[in-house]
């Protein structure tokens, strides 16, 4: 398969990927035609109608029967752009695309590249003659605020569209690397706190330990509970004095014998 063949069947592919164009006024005409260009690699001096054909191809409904009305008028490429635009052109439609390009900022995960292409595709459906200057001006607007200031700085050495991509990728190079080293940072001291976490012993523990022990120290000698219950009730009664019971009663007098022993000589 040569290199034509390749070429011929992967622009068709992309042919019929296109959307037809019914001439309806929410259908995008710049858009349209960007996709055609692409396709045919038609320019402006284009005199080959086989490329008109290709256009006829995806005109549908009232579109379709325009093109077939006028077709005489087309010489090139040019002829039918410019009647295609005055056409189906809508006003409406550029306001709408504006607002877009106003509104439009780069998102906290969207790389500097997708939102480059963005804006630039929408300064070139607002106006195929935007000069890239004004462009820059858009993409500043709306990139990253982290981006914007060291961009500035550049701003006035910046005159192409390639050198502010150039100098955003190194921006977005270095806040992601400061994001991923920022980010590591975080994870490693996460890390160090769960495992000191896991070295202290919790409350719980440090109180159910000693019970289990003292279960564990009854079942091998049931005496120790008694000896210890004795031990306490002795501490908690050890302000009672003793005092020793005497059987000396004082209303009580023992009587000796009063006999007085006579002791009489032979």
């Known amino acids: 398969m040569t290199d034509r063949t390749l070429l011929a069947k992967a622009r068709k592919a992309r042919f019929d990927d296109l959307p037809n164009f019914s001439g309806h006024f929410s259908e995008d005409v710049e858009r349209f035609l960007k996709s055609i260009k692409n396709i ?64 439009r900022k780069q998102l906290h995960n969207e790389p500097v590249t997708s939102y480059f292409d963005d804006v630039v595709n929408l300064c070139k459906e607002i106006d195929p003659t935007m000069s890239e200057q004004i462009m820059i001006k858009h993409l ?79 079942k091998i000698n049931p005496h120790s509970h008694s000896l210890t219950t004795q031990r306490s009730d002795y501490k908690r009664n050890s302000n009672y004095q003793y005092e020793p019971r005497s059987t000396f009663t004082p209303e009580k007098n023992i009587q000796h014998n009063s006999h007085k022993h006579e002791f009489k000589y032979k």
Do not use: C
Request: glycine fraction near 2%; charged fraction near 30%; aromatic fraction near 12%.
């Open 140 to 218: 500043m607007s709306g990139i990253n605020p982290d981006f914007q200031k060291e961009l500035s700085r550049r701003e006035s050495s910046m005159n192409t569209l390639n050198e502010f991509l150039k100098y955003a990728k190194i921006e977005q190079d270095l806040y992601d690397t400061f994001e991923k080293f920022h980010r590591l940072s975080i994870e490693s001291r996460g890390s160090n706190l769960e495992i000191n976490h896991q070295e202290i012993p919790s409350l719980t523990n440090m109180i159910e330990r000693p019970k289990q022990q003292y279960k564990f120290m009854n």
């Open 40 to 103: 045919t690699k038609a320019n402006d001096e284009s005199e080959n109608h086989e490329i008109l054909e290709i256009v006829r191809g995806k005109l549908i409904q009232s579109a379709g029967l325009w093109f077939d009305n006028h077709e005489h008028d087309f010489k090139k490429w040019s002829d039918f752009e410019t009647a295609f635009r005055n056409r189906y052109f809508s006003s409406t439609m550029i306001h709408k695309k504006f607002d877009l390009l106003k509104q």
